[in-house]
């Protein structure tokens, strides 16, 4: 079974950068795909960002575009989001998952991110 851990999350200023870790345990090679997707208070969980294991294929919600960056070592079972200008919107918990058999199955635990105007 895939175990996934997020860290990273914290208080920062508008405009400012975070940059969270999930690390994957467990047997990965059975994944496929591993996303970010972030919740905030009263609001549906909502996709940020994918990147597959082989081949590196990236999508990204428009909300993001431009500013957050997602990246992996395979070596490392770790996947990265980079995020840059920050804005108080962007507060929320943010969760990663393992997409498996063609649905996100997996899910770590979430990092909370609070953005301050």
């Known amino acids: 079974q895939v175990q996934l851990v997020e860290s990273g999350g914290g208080l920062v200023q508008a405009g400012g950068s975070l940059r969270l870790t999930c690390a994957a345990s467990g047997r990965t090679s059975n994944t496929y795909r591993m996303g970010w997707f972030r919740q905030a208070p009263g609001k549906e969980r909502d996709f940020i960002a994918s990147?597959?294991?082989?081949?590196?294929?990236?999508y990204y919600a428009d909300s993001v575009k431009g500013r957050f960056t997602i990246s992996k070592n395979t070596a490392k079972n770790t996947v990265y989001l980079q995020m840059n200008s920050l804005k108080p919107e962007d507060t929320a918990v943010y969760y990663c998952a393992a997409e498996k058999s063609g649905s996100y199955q997996l899910w770590g635990q979430g990092t909370q991110v609070t953005v301050s105007s």
């Open positions: 990147i597959t294991w082989g081949g590196g294929i990236i």
